[in-house]
Each structure stands twice: as structure tokens, then as C-alpha cells.
């Protein structure tokens, strides 16, 4: 019954791999994110989505790509892998857009060896 | 642009006794939300507290508090008689209405000694 939900919860793959990390909403929100927590626990938004529209694009890199195949569902690719890319992937959602009560997933702790 | 300062990377408390952990925090916008969050080593974000900028009353929860000074973009979190489980990294952060961005500070980690 996880409202947001994130699978796998652990990643461990080798420089150069894609992989991919799920999420998925049970509340019924039309808005949904992906934020990174690095080494220094430091958090950054990456992508939004609202009804599998991207409406929020950082500064990332073009080997991560989002995709939102419905509102419930915001998944994260990731191609070529990378030292530096190890960290935690959160997976949040909200109501809608402008709305400020934020929901998290448990995270992915990705770790690119 | 948004900014978020939490300028006490580490703080301890004794148990029962009270805490106060900073932020200070920058915005553009005229609509906004502050938030704290609590991540314990389970990693999960917990939502601790939030405050409406346009609300002049201070946010509480239990025995959460904060301190919301407009003017000084100051919002500072109160934690009363500290228990064990309060040990955690403590974040910051605001939500602009415009941007629906939830900007970050870069945490405090809190120490609770029994």
C-alpha cells in the first residue's frame, strides 16, 4: 500500500551499463518528479512530469532520460553509466503542479563501481 | 532563483532538552512554502513541518516549531524535548508557487545523547 513506490530499492552495476529505475504512484497525482541526493547528501531536483508531460528540466546530462508511459508511472533511465552518477534517486509526487505537498519514494541508492 | 542556507552542517542535543537548527533562504517569488524534512538513516524523506509564507503565525506540530521571520528570510526549526529518534539529517527547503521547484539546503545532522 506505498503510496510512491520505487524499484529496485539497490543498484549495482559497472561504469558503461544503462539501467533503469521505476516509480509508481498510487494517490492519484497528476505531478511527478525525480530528484538526486549525492555523496554530500546534498538534493537537486533532475525532471518533473505532469500528466507525462516534462514540465521541469535541469541542467542534466542527455544520458538520463525520464519517461512517464502514464500519470501514475515516471521511470529514469540511465545510459553509459558513470562513476559519478552514483547516488540516491528519489521519486516524488504531488496533487499537481504548484501544489505543495510533496510525497517521496524510499529512494534508489545507485552505485556505479 | 532560490536559494537555501543551513549553515550548521552538524549539531548535537542532550536528551529532553531543546534544539534549534537555522535556515535562511532566498526567493524571488511572492508565493511560496518552507518546509523542514527529516531523513533518518532509513533514508526515507519525512515531512516534518511546513509554513505558508503568507501566514504570519509560526507552524507547529507537537513539538516542532518554527521561528518564520518574513522580513529576515529566516526559518528556523524548534525541536522540544528531544527524544532519540529525533537523530537525523534535517533539511531545508522552500517551494516556489511559480516554479514548483523544491529547493534544498544542504542539511544538519542531529545528534540526540541519551
Known amino acids: 500500500d506505498t503510496a510512491v513506490s520505487q524499484t529496485p530499492k539497490y543498484l549495482v552495476t559497472q561504469m558503461g551499463n544503462d539501467k533503469s529505475i521505476k516509480c509508481e504512484q498510487n494517490?492519484?497525482?497528476?505531478?511527478m518528479y525525480w530528484y538526486k541526493q549525492d555523496s554530500k547528501k546534498f538534493l537537486k531536483i533532475m525532471f518533473s512530469?505532469?500528466?507525462?508531460?516534462?514540465?521541469i528540466n535541469e541542467t542534466v546530462p542527455n544520458r538520463f532520460s525520464p519517461k512517464s508511459p502514464d500519470k501514475a508511472h515516471l521511470n529514469l533511465h540511465i545510459n553509459s553509466l558513470e562513476l559519478g552518477d552514483s547516488a540516491v534517486y528519489f521519486c516524488?509526487?504531488?496533487?499537481?503542479?504548484?501544489?505543495?505537498?510533496?510525497?517521496f519514494g524510499s529512494g534508489t541508492q545507485l552505485s556505479v563501481l | 532563483a532560490q536559494t537555501v542556507t543551513q549553515s550548521q552542517p552538524e549539531m548535537s542535543v542532550q536528551e529532553a532538552e531543546t534544539v534549534t537548527l537555522s535556515c535562511t533562504y532566498d526567493t524571488s517569488e511572492s508565493d511560496y512554502y518552507l518546509f523542514w524534512y527529516k531523513q533518518p538513516p532509513s533514508r526515507q524523506m519525512i515531512l516534518v513541518i511546513r509554513q505558508e509564507a503568507y501566514k504570519q503565525q509560526n507552524a507547529t506540530e507537537n513539538r516542532f516549531s518554527v521561528n518564520f521571520q518574513k522580513a529576515a528570510k529566516s526559518f528556523s526549526l524548534k525541536i522540544s524535548d528531544s527524544q532519540l529518534g529525533d537523530a537525523a539529517m534535517y533539511f531545508c527547503?522552500?517551494?516556489?508557487?511559480?516554479?514548483?521547484?523544491?529547493?534544498f539546503g544542504t542539511g544538519t545532522l542531529l545528534a540526540v545523547q541519551p
Open positions: 516524488a509526487s504531488s496533487l499537481r503542479v504548484s501544489n505543495e505537498k510533496l510525497f
Open positions: 494517490l492519484g497525482h497528476d505531478t
Open positions: 527547503a522552500s517551494l516556489g508557487g511559480a516554479t514548483n521547484k523544491l529547493i
Open positions: 512530469y505532469n500528466n507525462k508531460e516534462l514540465i
